[in-house]
T-cell receptor, first 114, second 111 residues
Framework: EAEVAQSPRYKITEKSQAVAFWCDPI?????LYWYRQILGQGPELLVQ????????DSQLPKDRFSAERLKGVDSTLKIQPAELGDSAMYLC????????????FGSGTRLTVV | SQKIEQNSEALNIQEGKTATLTCNYT??????LQWYRQDPGRGPVFLLL???NEKEKRKERLKVTFDTTLKQSLFHITASQPADSATYLC??????????WGAGTKLIIKP
């Protein structure tokens, strides 16, 4: 069964350092999402791509976060500089269409900022 | 404000019984509602989607109902097993917008 690949699985970084996460969606999925999830809460959308274009980044803290999907396939999410409050699970998901098939999530990157 | 609520308390169910989880929402007119399962340290896994014009949807031991008048969805697992223990998330899909997520309910099935 096709999967969404994410790396790294775990990341520990010092505050003020830069950190990057990578996501490879299911082949053919045009829509890609980056979510942040704090323990005990639901996922919070950071950015949504349709192919290589950003559809929604209204919740992305643009002073420190950036995201790109240059060729409309894989994607990178970057944080610079990292802050203690950024510690969370970062999830990537992809979908064929917005509704009928649900989203397929990767296993996520657990970020700890120390 | 727009809100989606799931039971924050963990639900403890005896193996073999039916587990029922609740998802309530306000100030939405969702076109779709989705249910996901999430295991600790993993991403959510899509289970079922139900449309606003559907009252009920089934998949094996899972059943979802959707009452747009009550603004509520119920998620049932029949003949529950310890392997069903996980956090279950509901998410609303107001058409042409992003998914709005609940915080999830932790389900514990005791042998």
């Amino acid at each position: 069964e096709a999967e969404v690949a994410q790396s790294p699985r775990y990341k520990i970084t010092e505050k003020s350092q830069a950190v990057a996460f990578w996501c490879d969606p299911i082949s053919g999925h045009a829509t890609l999402y980056w979510y942040r999830q704090i323990l005990g809460q639901g996922p919070e959308l950071l950015v949504q791509f349709q192919d290589e274009s950003v559809v929604d980044d209204s919740q992305l803290p643009k002073d420190r976060f950036s995201a790109e999907r240059l060729k409309g396939v894989d994607s990178t999410l970057k944080i610079q500089p990292a802050e203690l409050g950024d510690s969370a699970m970062y999830l990537c998901a992809s979908s064929l269409a917005k509704t009928a098939h649900g989203y397929t999530f990767g296993s996520g990157t657990r970020l700890t900022v120390v | 404000s727009q809100k989606i609520e799931q039971n924050s308390e963990a639900l403890n169910i005896q193996e073999g019984k039916t587990a029922t989880l609740t998802c309530n929402y306000t100030n939405y007119s969702p076109a779709y509602l989705q249910w996901y399962r999430q295991d600790p340290g993993r991403g959510p896994v899509f289970l079922l989607l139900i449309r606003e014009n559907e009252k009920e949807k089934r998949k094996e031991r899972l059943k979802v109902t959707f009452d747009t008048t009550l603004k509520q969805s119920l998620f049932h697992i029949t003949a529950s097993q310890p392997a069903d223990s996980a956090t279950y998330l509901c998410a609303l899909d107001p058409s042409n917008y992003q998914l709005i997520w609940g915080a999830g309910t932790k389900l514990i099935i005791k042998p």
